[in-house]
């Protein structure tokens, strides 16, 4: 197998990746009869009358070549003008029967390619959401295999459900080529037949041998596919417009896609040729030899019969020209099948990661939500992103239920890694995270990270109305006005309820219509909201990382001022480089070089004058500078 890089580059040196793969062929395989099986979610009878229709429409042109061989033939000789007249009947009715048909095959297939699409949606949105793990779907190659199916999900055409539609409409055309050959070998015999069967065959299987191998290269473009999607969202989306206008960005920004296009286009067009132009040439020198063996064998069997009727060579000819026809693209069926069935392959290989993650197959797993009850605790925890960079190294911390521990450290030392451990985002290498005693790993993630109401620092602005963003703490009672209300004055927002022109239904996005976007501070209180929301519905630990970093100094004081009242009665972690915001904590641990450092309340750490008291120090008489300077203006309330 070529690399991706290898691949992307175009080189011709680098072994096509339909070579020696024959654990690819099997999967491949595979997952043709998987997307077979996939039409049952379009409901059995929704296809079956799809299949009827397709095969009718299929016989239509033999039927409309038969209807017009026949009224030649009644014109012939001794004209029998009724008999002409019938077959002209039968062949208009043909014709207006597949005409009519047209519309119903598109329309049928466009519902079967929706509904087995939605249900692809839902089964790897489900994964990603559920079923990864956060390591897996931080993967580079993860991120191409989700933006494949995503990519091709935004188009609506070249996904699973139309890969479907198009293996449904090959039904059509094989119904056409089987009627042709039959009608051919009656009348002209079956040599002809036979050749003119040959024809359409082989030069069908040239062209879909070509698509499979193009199916197996275009994964391979992912990375470079992935870079260009991002930067044309980039320069169109409003996350990064302020910088790029600022920045002047625009240039740089039109070089770099320039640059990824080409990265993209040269080995694509280099591969294109390697992969449909010999394979073209050869199948079509093929067909060209056949088809012309098929009208020779067709003119000598005219000839030998001497006297031939009209209608047989009328009626043969057209038979042999449609099984020509027959090896040509189908627009209906082949891209759709190609991209399709690499968009599935995809979700296929993501299930595959998936169901790695959970394959410690749950053994002892206790599937009840746990509520710890007397202490939550990290013993000699180890664990790195890199297995040779570790973050934390034997590190040891108890929680006691109920209590408020603040965890300070400098920019990197492990605060947050700690905390997506806590929550079972992540595994430890060593040690192990337990909760009144049994280790993490025994208990159901998902129901332990129900008990979690996290702040994080890079919290989600959801696109949605105020009311949404709160209750998304606990969806399960997002009718809970009243709770949403509450939570909101309690950080400091009641007066938005006033101020936002449809209250708590506005959509907090001018994406939105009727939408107002809230100011960087505004935004964290309402994600400080949605985690006091989800304590009010049963969560029992309270994580907030960073809690006041964006909050004026008024916003931070208030903090400190109610810092008793939001972790009342939960268990709560707080970190943060503000010391102001974590004095009133129970305990204030330290961490650096991946271990607990100094433990202890905020006096007796003063008191013991170590790395805290340090820090402390620095902060403090930072901020009696900016204090004394900041007079005239006011001072922090
Ligand atoms: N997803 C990740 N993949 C790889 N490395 C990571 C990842 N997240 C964090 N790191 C690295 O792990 C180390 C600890 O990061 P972490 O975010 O836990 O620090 P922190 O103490 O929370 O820092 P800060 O105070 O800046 O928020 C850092 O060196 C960081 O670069």
């Known amino acids: 197998m070529p690399t991706a890089d290898q691949v992307a580059r175009g080189d011709e040196g680098a072994r096509p990746p339909w070579r020696g793969w024959g654990r690819r062929a099997r999967r491949r395989a595979e997952a043709g009869r998987q997307l077979v099986h996939l039409s049952r979610y379009a409901g059995r009878p929704l296809v079956a009358t799809l299949l009827s229709v397709h095969v009718v429409a299929g016989l239509m042109p033999m039927t409309f070549g038969i209807g017009v061989g026949l009224a030649l033939s009644s014109l012939a000789g001794d004209p029998d003008r009724s008999a002409a007249a019938g077959w002209l009947a039968v062949a208009l009715v043909a014709f207006v029967v597949q005409q009519l048909l047209a519309p119903l095959q598109r329309a049928l297939s466009q519902v079967v390619s929706r509904r087995i699409d939605s ?3 839902a089964r790897y949105t489900e994964d990603a959401a559920i079923r990864a793990s956060l390591p897996t779907l931080e993967r580079a190659d993860v991120a191409d295999l989700l933006n494949h199916a995503e990519e091709e999900f935004d188009t609506w ?16 055309r094989y119904a056409q080529l089987v009627s042709a ?14 050749a003119a069967a040959t024809v359409a065959l082989v030069v069908r299987r040239g062209h879909s041998i070509a698509f499979h191998r193009w199916g197996a290269l275009i ?54 040729r390697r992969v449909y132009g010999v394979p073209f040439l050869v199948y079509a020198g093929l067909g060209l030899i056949a088809t012309l063996a098929a009208f020779l064998l067709l003119a000598g069997s005219v000839g030998a019969a001497g006297d031939a009727p009209v209608a047989e060579v009328a009626i043969g000819v057209q038979a042999v020209a449609i099984c020509v026809r027959f090896g040509q693209m189908f627009p209906e069926s082949d ?5 399709g069935r690499a968009a599935w392959e995809a979700i296929l290989a993501f299930e595959r990661l998936c169901r790695e993650d959970t394959d410690d197959d749950g053994t002892g797993r206790n599937r009840v939500v746990t509520t710890p009850q007397r202490l939550i605790a990290l013993e000699q925890v180890t664990f790195g992103y890199q297995p040779d960079r570790p973050v934390l190294r034997g590190l040891d911390l108890r929680l006691p239920v109920g209590t408020s521990t603040a965890l300070v450290g400098v920019n990197g030392a492990g605060k947050t890694t700690l905390v997506k451990l806590l929550a079972g985002l992540y595994q430890p290498a060593g040690g192990s995270v337990t909760v009144d005693g049994v280790d ?3 208990l159901d993630p998902e129901a332990w990270q129900r008990t979690f109401a996290v702040v994080f620092q890079d919290f989600v602005r959801y696109e949605a109305t105020l009311r949404e963003n709160v209750a998304m703490g606990s969806v399960e009672h997002r009718d809970d006005d009243e709770g949403v209300t509450a939570e909101l004055r309690r950080v400091g927002l009641g007066y938005l309820l006033d101020e936002l022109p449809l209250g708590l239904e506005t959509p907090l996005t001018r994406a939105l219509p009727g939408g107002q976007d809230l100011s960087g501070g505004q935004w964290q209180r309402v994600a400080l909201a949605r985690a006091l929301f989800a304590v009010r519905h049963g969560a029992s630990v309270l994580v907030l990382d960073e809690p006041t970093a964006q909050l004026d100094a008024r916003g931070e004081a208030e903090f400190y001022d109610t810092f008793l009242d939001l972790t009342r009665g939960v268990t709560s972690l707080v970190i943060s480089h503000r010391f102001s915001s974590v004095r009133q904590a129970d305990r204030i641990v330290v961490l650096a070089d991946g271990r607990i450092e100094e433990a202890g309340s905020h006096d007796e750490l003063i008191a013991s004058g170590g790395r805290y008291a340090g820090m402390f120090a620095v902060q403090a008489r930072r901020f009696a500078d900016g204090a004394a300077t900041s007079t005239p203006l006011g001072g922090p309330a």
């Open 119 to 121: 249900y692809c949606i």
């Open 157 to 172: 055409i070249l996904t699973p459900g139309g890969a479907t539609e198009g293996a449904l409409a090959l039904v059509a």
């Open 181 to 194: 050959v039959t009608v051919a070998a009656v009348t002209a015999g079956w040599p002809v037949a036979v």
């Open 219 to 272: 994964v391979s473009f992912e990375p470079v596919r992935r870079r260009l999607t991002y930067l044309r969202e980039l320069a169109t989306t409003t996350r990064a417009a302020k910088e790029i206008r600022t920045l002047g960005l625009l240039d740089w920004l039109d070089q770099r896609y320039e640059d990824a296009s080409r990265d993209y286009l040269d080995p694509l067009w280099s591969w294109r």
């Open 335 to 339: 891209m759709k099948m190609v991209h």
């Open 440 to 442: 993490l790993r025994r």
